[in-house]
């Protein structure tokens, strides 16, 4: 049976057992959070169907990484490439939509971008300097970084620097590198603790990542940068498998971020696909509320037609630009500025499973793989014998896990997400 089936849903909070559903003894009633208005009736499986749900589990008293928001994900936005955005406050004035971070990439060496750090500041955003390796000296001058902690430290505002992204053709060895990165963290905690060191790669570095990653101690965020490329018919790649094995790899290490850029155009046959690309944005942020973990989204507003050739440039296109205000008004998605988390402030964490749980005849069911690898390893012992078999896997119901364990769950069913706490 699929397991994507697919019902309409309200703001509507109902408990489970509306709708002619059968109760289910000591099993606790979930609160069902319908979070999108499609229709003004409420169709719920019956009693004999299966619904598969993504699972996420819930903790609380995580202690905030810096600059870590308690909710929610941060929109930003690069458009340094981008002459025709002009600057923040007129890029965002176009386009309708405030974003926390604003993003630029330069070479270690260059001369600070103070005047950009200022119109920040002024707009009341969050810098991201993406910090490259110089030209014209060694990777590896502890002394120009240095200079550039220094500079970024003065003015004691919430900052994030991404330090040598690993990308394609980067000439670092892991040992190298790590070992750079762990003493450019010593060196920002000196001259600029305001700063969020973040550790991040291209999608094409995605497989070799980890054999580069120096440490949680030493790294504050991780950061993903993909481009979503349309082909001349039209089509996409899978855009989520990177995001999947990324979210998956990095989610208990850091709090986590990704750049995007979806093409409209492509030189291949020299096509525009702007509805295309506009359905794509829209399918993209949607989704991404389903990882927890991701907490920055940050849009590459530019064109690549040498490189990569293709255009991404969300406001050259209203059709594309209404899109994108239209998804980043979610209330998932935050322009608000932190102030920076250093006094071991608490939130609620959640983390994605790879594993699915299901909703079949009106019960609740948790594989048990989720348990072993997701939360506790020893509950194992107190559900034996507890196992029922569904579709050849074996899962433990939510009334036995709330009476046996005392924990409880929710679901959101418009994003057919069951939270299990």
């Known amino acids: 049976m699929s397991r994507h089936i697919f019902f309409l849903a309200t703001l509507f909070l109902l408990p489970l057992t509306s709708c002619g559903e059968k109760a289910v003894a000591h099993e606790p009633t979930p609160l069902i959070v319908h979070s999108e208005v499609v229709a003004a009736e409420v169709f719920l499986p019956t009693y004999d169907e299966m619904m598969w749900f993504g699972l996420q589990i819930e903790t609380e008293n995580h202690v905030l990484a810096i600059h870590e928001p308690a909710e929610g994900t941060f929109l930003g936005a690069y458009i340094d490439r981008d002459i ?15 974003h926390a971070i604003f993003a630029h990439t330069m070479m270690l060496g260059d001369e600070y971008p103070l005047r950009w750090v200022l119109e920040n500041i002024a707009a009341m955003k969050m810098p991201l300097i993406v910090l490259m390796p110089p030209i014209d000296s060694a990777w590896d001058d502890i002394e120009l970084l240095t200079e550039f902690a220094y500079e970024a430290g003065r003015f004691d505002i919430p900052m994030f620097v991404n330090l040598y992204p690993i990308l394609e053709g980067h000439g670092f060895t892991p040992l190298e590198y790590i070992s750079f990165f762990q ?39 991780v950061h993903l940068m993909i481009h979503d490329n349309v082909d001349a018919q039209g089509e996409f790649g899978d855009f989520f498998a990177h995001i999947y094995s990324f979210h998956s790899a990095f989610q208990q290490e850091t709090p986590l971020m990704v750049s995007l850029a979806v093409s409209h155009y492509t030189l291949e046959n020299n096509r525009y696909f702007i509805h295309e690309a506009a359905a794509r944005i829209d399918y993209i942020y949607n989704r991404l509320q389903q990882y927890p973990r991701i907490r920055a989204v940050i849009y590459r507003n530019y064109n690549d037609l040498q490189g990569r050739g293709n255009k991404y440039i969300i406001n050259s296109a209203q059709e594309i630009s209404e899109a994108y205000a239209l998804v980043t008004a979610l209330p998932h998605f935050s322009a608000t500025v932190m102030s920076g988390n250093r006094d071991n402030e608490t939130a609620i964490l959640r983390l994605h499973s790879p594993f699915m749980a299901v909703m079949h005849n009106s019960r609740f069911y948790i594989p048990k793989q989720a348990l072993m690898h997701d939360v506790n390893f020893a509950y194992l012992e107190l559900l034996q014998g507890k196992e029922i078999e569904i579709e050849g896997e074996l899962f433990y119901s939510m009334a036995d896990i709330h009476r046996i364990l005392g924990m409880d769950f929710f679901v959101d069913m418009a994003r057919e997400i069951l939270v299990l706490r």
Not at 84 to 95: K, L, V
């Open 84 to 98: 025709a955005s002009g600057s923040i406050r007129s890029f965002e004035t176009n386009i309708g939509v405030n």
């Open 183 to 221: 003493e450019a963290h010593g060196t920002f905690a000196e001259y600029a603790p305001n700063v969020a060191l973040v550790w991040g790669f291209d999608a094409h570095s995605l497989s070799i990542s980890t054999q580069f990653f120096p440490k949680t101690d030493f790294v504050d965020w």
